[in-house]
């Protein structure tokens, strides 16, 4: 009987030594992995850095205002005046597409207004 308890003994602690060393193994990689994200995230974070300083470089008021000057002939820009700016209402969206009618006599749904275009109004929905 005492051999039975201790051959039960040994190999609860061979058990125990394998999963400890199976958790060893598992957080160092985990470590590891964690590292090399961190190391990433700090390349990425310098990359943004570095875009956001040339992107701050290149949107320069005066150097704009250059560009333009020099293109003027093709693109025609001209600066924004309160004149041009209207309500929402006022701006000729296309139409929606009419409900389709199937074979059966029952009216589809109707068609949803594209990506960019902004919800329809009450008052704009046909009765």
């Given at each position: 009987?005492?051999?039975v ?74 600066p924004?005046t ?16 009419a ?22 109004r ?6």
């Amino acid at each position: 009987m005492r051999s039975v308890l201790y051959l039960l003994t040994t190999l609860a602690v061979m058990g125990m030594a394998f999963w400890a060393y199976r958790e060893n193994y598992a957080t160092q990689a985990a470590l590891q992995e964690m590292t090399h994200v961190q190391r990433e995230i700090g390349t990425l974070r310098e990359d943004l850095g570095v875009l956001r300083a040339e992107w701050s470089y290149l949107n320069r008021p005066d150097r704009l205002r250059e560009l333009v000057n020099l293109n003027f002939e093709k693109l025609k820009l001209v600066p924004f005046t309160s004149d041009q700016f209207v309500e929402v209402g006022q701006v000729a969206f296309p139409r929606p597409a009419a409900p389709v009618v199937s074979a059966t006599g029952t009216d589809a749904m109707p068609i949803e207004r594209p990506a960019g275009f902004p919800p329809m109004r009450p008052q704009e929905r046909m009765p």
